[in-house]
């Protein structure tokens, strides 16, 4: 067994998109490589760490360890330059740095690696969701990156449904991959003590939320299925008297083909008045709105792991799930699943929850049970085994 740490380089772009769930995977490595790895971080000067990352709340390394990649074509679309870093500014770079692996923490897996490479796939969303490859530039991308695959020593993923996804779509043999799942923050917990509640009526009296209501977080883009949960919301709305209003929290992008806008809808249903929009919220906020919450709903067509049922499971909010993809193997039983194509399914489930108290009370008892099987300890641990594995594969 090498007893040496092996000098590994961390693909760190995606500290310029910290809230993201691959912005948040990769600090986590950054946090804690250091006690398996000997670690050489590098970014791109085009996608610059966020400054938010080097706060008290992510507990990463100083930020001029990071080294900001220059690439020769940084004036032209930043798309280019990603690509540039990818394929050949970061293997260069690390070749000059003589590391013994270099670490992928997301979907860009090099043509030509230089040296042994793990690349970790979340989610097959361009290959499985024909939506996210309608442009030449986005099928080149793909087909690029999916190519790329075949020459990594060991692809990490987060789930088995993505596992499977990977050797059904892309021929990846079996060998080569692992399959270890994601984490809940340990910030997401239920509300505890008379000054958390306390704290949480003023974070709901912040946002003008005087009733109770369903919460959705997660983000509007297409495969999040949120039209689903709209037109249920107008069913369930219609055929009871409840109180509830839907919160819907996420940025609204008017336009953009990729992404639902509800707002045309929520008028039409007639709804309007009982659906609020809170756009962006902070992690803090989102803790309160999770344990306030009489229903947690995601009702996305694919997940490649699904961290917002998780986090909200893990405050203690009552969960209901799309059946899809990797969701069932994050909620277990701790949840209701839903086919997420039948808007009638979900409104009656949603009936149910909201209306019958012990139901709702053992939803609350089940989720933070079920959330505590995922730590990034557990996540961690698993990936420096990776490293180690490769490492020692390529000494042999």
Same mark, same amino acid.
């Given at each position: ?7 590994? %380089? ?6 310029? !998109? ?5 912005? @948040?995977? =990769? ?10 790895? *000997? ?20 507990? +990463? ?8 990649? %220059?690439?020769?074509?940084? &004036?032209?679309?930043?798309?280019? %330059?990603?690509?540039?870093? *990818? ?51 986005? @099928? ?7 190519? #790329? ?46 000054? *958390? ?9 912040? !946002? ?7 919460? !959705?977080? #997660?983000?509007?883009?297409? @495969? ?12 369930? &709305? ?10 819907? +929290? #996420?940025?609204? @992008? ?25 756009? =962006? ?10 344990? &306030? ?23 203690? $909010? ?12 994050? +909620?277990? *039983?701790? #949840? ?14 949603? &009936?149910? =929850? ?17 959330? $505590? ?8 641990? $698993?990936?420096?085994?990776? !490293? ?9």
């Amino acid at each position: 067994m090498r007893s040496v740490k092996p000098r590994v %380089a961390l693909n760190a772009l995606f500290l310029h !998109y910290p809230f993201s769930g691959t912005g @948040r995977y =990769v600090a986590q490595l950054v946090a804690a490589i250091e006690r398996w790895a *000997e670690p050489v971080l590098l970014g791109s000067r085009a996608f610059p760490p966020a400054v938010s990352v080097f706060s008290h709340d992510v507990n +990463v390394v100083p930020k001029q360890s990071v080294q900001l990649l %220059a690439s020769p074509i940084d &004036r032209l679309p930043r798309s280019l %330059a990603k690509i540039w870093y *990818e394929q050949l500014g970061l293997p260069s770079a690390a070749s000059l740095a003589k590391v013994d692996l270099v670490h992928y923490p997301y979907f860009a897996a090099p043509l030509w690696p230089r040296q042994p490479t793990i690349v970790t796939v979340h989610d097959l969303v361009p290959i499985v969701r024909p939506e996210y490859r309608r442009t030449a530039g986005q @099928r080149l991308y793909t087909t690029l990156v999916s190519h #790329g695959l075949h020459f990594a020593n060991r692809i990490i993923t987060d789930s088995q449904a993505s596992a499977h996804d990977l050797q059904r779509l892309l021929g990846i043999p079996a060998h080569q991959i692992r399959v270890i799942p994601l984490a809940v923050d340990a910030r997401f917990r239920p509300l505890a003590t008379p000054e *958390e509640e306390v704290w949480a009526d003023t974070v709901l009296a912040r !946002y003008g939320l005087d009733r109770p209501y369903l919460l !959705y977080l #997660g983000g509007l883009d297409r @495969r999040k299925n949120v039209d689903c949960l709209i037109k249920a919301f107008a069913m369930l &709305r219609r055929g009871c008297d409840l109180p509830h209003c839907l919160v819907i +929290v #996420g940025a609204v @992008r008017a336009g953009q083909p990729l992404f639902y806008d509800p707002r045309p809808d929520v008028e039409r249903l007639g709804i309007a008045e009982t659906v609020r929009f809170l756009g =962006v919220v902070g992690d803090d906020d989102v803790r309160a709105l999770y344990g &306030r919450a009489d229903t947690f709903v995601f009702p996305s067509l694919y997940e490649g792991f699904g961290l917002p049922p998780l986090e909200a499971m893990a405050c203690g $909010a009552p969960v209901v799930c799309s059946c899809a993809s990797s969701l069932p193997e994050v +909620v277990g *039983e701790a #949840g209701l699943l839903f086919d997420p194509n039948d808007p009638l399914a979900l409104a009656e489930m949603l &009936r149910r =929850v909201l209306t019958d108290q012990e139901l709702r009370q053992d939803l609350k008892r089940r989720g933070p049970k079920q959330a $505590a099987a995922f730590t990034w300890e557990a996540t961690l641990a $698993a990936t420096a085994q990776v !490293y180690q594995e490769v490492t020692e594969q390529v000494v042999g």
